[in-house]
C-alpha cells in the first residue's frame, strides 16, 4: 500500500518531468521558446529531393513570362551559421525532371533545341565562395553547368529556416540568379525574339541533416 | 521574326549559298552537259548549305562541337570533301575500274561518319556497323550508276538526273518533318534547306539533261543517312527506329531496276520514293502522339503549336 505522501512525492515528480520530456521531445524551430543552437544548425545536409525544386521563367514571344520547374532536385550542402559563417552547395538537377504543364512541351525542353536531356542527363551547380550579406541573405559564387558548359554565376540566397520537428534537423535556403541561356548554347528562339535570352532561376532547397559518419 | 522570315533565313538563303557552286560545278552557261561529270558542284554546295543552315540555327556556337549532333556539318564537309577527292582521282586515273572508285566513294563516306558522328546510344560496335551500313550502303547505291557512266567505256549507263534531285528532296522534306515532331528544330530546318537544294539541283539538271553526279549524290546521301541517325538518336516521342531509317535510305529507290519498256521509269520510281516516305513519316507522326492531349490539355484537338 503506498503511503499518502509518497503518492504525492510521485505525483509531484511525475507534474515536474512530463513537461520536461514533452519539451524535450518537442519539435523545435528557428524563433521559436527553444531556439535551434548554431551548432545544432551546423553541418552536413543532404538535399530532400521531394521538397526541393527549381523554377525558371523566361519570356515569350516578348510577351508573358513562362514558367517551368524541375522537379527531383538533389545534392548535399553545408552550412555553418553566424557572421562568420560558411555556407557550400554541390547540386545537382535531373533534366528528365522538367514540367511545364504540357506533355509535348516537356518533350520538347527535352530536345537538343533546348536541354538536349539525351546527351547532358543534369545540370549542376557547385558554389566557389559565400558570404553573409544579413538580414539571413548570402551572396553565393559558384559554377553552374549546363549543356555541358560551365559558367560562373552569382546567386542571391536567402536562409528560410531551421528546424527539427521530428524527421531530422533539416534547414531551407532560396536561391534566385538570373543567366544568358545562350551563353551556355541553348539558343533556340533568341534571335529570332519568339523566346527570351534571359532566364531568372529560382531554387528552392530543403536539406535534412546527414547522420553523423555518413 | 515571321515565319516568313524563318523560312527565308533558315531555308533559302543557305540554299542560295549553295546554288554558286552548284552552278559553277554543273557548268550552267554550256548547253550540253560536261563529259565526264563527277557533281563535285552539288558536293560542294550540300556542304555549304547544310553547314549554314546550322548555323542559322545554332550560331557561332556550333563551331564549338559541344553537342554530339553538331558533328553534322563535320561529316557533311568531310563527305564532300571525300567526293571531291574521288572525282579528281576518278579525273587523274580515268583507267581505274569504276567498281574500285565506286566502293571506294562509299566506303570513305561511310567511314568518316563513323569517326566523326557519335550520336548518343550508338556506342556499341553493332550500332557503328549499322552506321556504316547505311550510310555506306546508300552512298553506294545511289553513286555506283554515275560513277560507272563517268567511265569512258561505257558511257551509255544512265546517270543521275532531274529525278534524284527531287527523290532527295522527298526523303530530306520527310526526314525534316519527322525530325520537326521529334521535337528537334534545329535540325529539322537545315534538313529542309537540304531539300530544297536537291530539288534546285533536280530542276537545274533538266537543262542539258545533266547528270547530277556520284560526289554531290555521295555528300547528299550522307548527310540524309547521318541526319536521320542522329534523328533517331536524339528521339524522345517515341518515333520507331525504322522510320528515320527508311527515310534515310528512301532515295535508293531511284536504283529500282524497271523494264527498258516501262515508259516513265523515273516517275514510278518517284512514286515508290513517295511511298516510303509518305509511310515512314505517316508512321512517325501517329507514333509520337503529338496530336494526343497533353497534361495541359486545352480542349483542342491540336496543340502541338507552341507558338514559337
Redesign the interface.
Known amino acids: 500500500m503506498i503511503r499518502p505522501n509518497t503518492r504525492n512525492g510521485l505525483l509531484l515528480a511525475l507534474a515536474v518531468a512530463m513537461p520536461a520530456a514533452a519539451l524535450a521531445l518537442a519539435p523545435r524551430q528557428a524563433g521559436s521558446e527553444v531556439p535551434i543552437t548554431a551548432t545544432e544548425a551546423s553541418g552536413a545536409y543532404t538535399v530532400d529531393g521531394v521538397h526541393s525544386n527549381a523554377h525558371f521563367k523566361v519570356q ?2 516578348g510577351a508573358g513570362m513562362f514558367w517551368g520547374r524541375f522537379d527531383d532536385v538533389k545534392g548535399s550542402m553545408n552550412y555553418t551559421p553566424g557572421p562568420t559563417g560558411t555556407l557550400d552547395f554541390d547540386i545537382q538537377i535531373p533534366i528528365a525532371g522538367v514540367h ?9 525542353l ?4 533546348f536541354f ?4 547532358f542527363p543534369e545540370m549542376a551547380f557547385k558554389s566557389t565562395k559565400a558570404s553573409p550579406a544579413g538580414n539571413g541573405m548570402w551572396k553565393v559564387d559558384g559554377d553552374l553547368t549546363l ?3 560551365t559558367k560562373p554565376v552569382s546567386a542571391m540566397v536567402e536562409f528560410t529556416g531551421a528546424a527539427d520537428k521530428g524527421r531530422g534537423m533539416r534547414i531551407g535556403f532560396e536561391a534566385a540568379f538570373t543567366i544568358k541561356r ?1 551563353e551556355f ?1 541553348m ?3 533568341v ?5 527570351g535570352d534571359k532566364v531568372v532561376v529560382v531554387v528552392g532547397l530543403e536539406g535534412v541533416k546527414a547522420k553523423a559518419g555518413s | ?1 515571321s515565319p516568313a ?2 523560312v527565308l533565313e533558315g531555308v533559302l538563303l543557305p540554299m542560295a549559298a549553295g546554288l554558286l557552286p552548284l552552278a559553277i560545278g554543273m557548268r550552267l552557261w554550256r548547253r550540253e552537259s560536261p563529259r565526264n561529270p563527277s557533281g563535285w558542284g552539288l558536293a560542294v554546295a550540300a556542304a555549304i548549305t547544310f553547314a549554314f543552315a546550322l548555323w542559322a ?3 557561332d ?1 556550333l563551331w ?1 562541337l ?4 553538331q558533328w553534322l556539318w563535320v561529316v557533311g564537309g568531310a563527305a564532300a570533301g571525300v567526293a571531291v577527292a574521288t572525282s579528281l582521282l576518278r579525273h587523274f586515273a580515268p583507267r581505274l575500274p569504276a567498281a574500285i572508285v565506286g566502293t571506294l566513294l562509299a566506303l570513305l563516306c561511310g567511314i568518316a561518319t563513323v569517326l566523326m558522328l557519335r550520336p ?2 550508338f556506342d556499341e560496335t553493332a550500332d557503328r556497323a549499322v552506321v556504316l551500313l547505311v550510310v555506306a550502303g546508300s552512298a553506294w547505291c545511289l553513286t555506283w550508276p554515275s560513277v560507272r557512266r563517268s567511265d569512258d567505256d561505257d558511257p551509255a549507263l544512265p546517270g543521275a538526273g532531274w529525278a534524284d534531285g527531287v527523290a532527295f528532296w522527298l526523303a530530306g522534306s520527310g526526314l525534316s518533318g519527322v525530325v520537326l515532331v ?6 529539322a530546318i537545315p534538313l529542309g534547306a537540304m531539300a530544297a537544294l536537291s530539288m534546285a539541283a533536280g530542276v537545274l539538271a533538266i537543262r542539258g539533261r545533266r547528270d547530277l553526279g556520284f560526289a554531290g549524290l555521295a555528300t547528299l546521301s550522307t548527310v540524309l543517312a547521318s541526319a536521320a541517325i542522329v534523328g533517331w ?2 528521339d ?2 517515341g518515333i520507331p527506329g525504322w522510320s528515320f531509317l527508311a527515310l534515310a535510305v528512301a532515295p535508293v529507290a531511284m536504283r529500282t531496276p524497271l523494264p527498258r519498256r516501262f515508259r516513265f521509269r523515273s516517275l514510278l520510281r518517284l512514286a515508290i520514293v513517295l511511298a516510303v516516305v509518305g509511310v515512314a513519316s505517316g508512321t512517325a507522326v501517329v507514333e509520337s502522339g ?1 496530336f ?1 492531349s ?3 490539355d486545352d480542349g483542342s484537338e491540336y ?2 503549336d ?3
Open positions: 515569350h514571344l511545364s504543364g504540357n506533355d509535348n512541351l516537356d518533350k520538347h527535352l530536345s537538343p533545341d538536349n536531356a539525351t546527351e549543356l555541358g558548359t545562350s548554347g539558343s533556340y528562339g534571335e529570332s525574339g519568339s523566346l | 521574326m522570315e524563318a540555327q545554332e550560331g556556337k564549338e559541344r553537342q554530339k549532333w548518343p546510344g521529334s521535337g528537334f528544330a534545329k535540325l538518336a536524339y524522345l516521342v503529338v494526343d497533353g497534361d495541359g496543340d502541338y507552341y507558338g514559337y
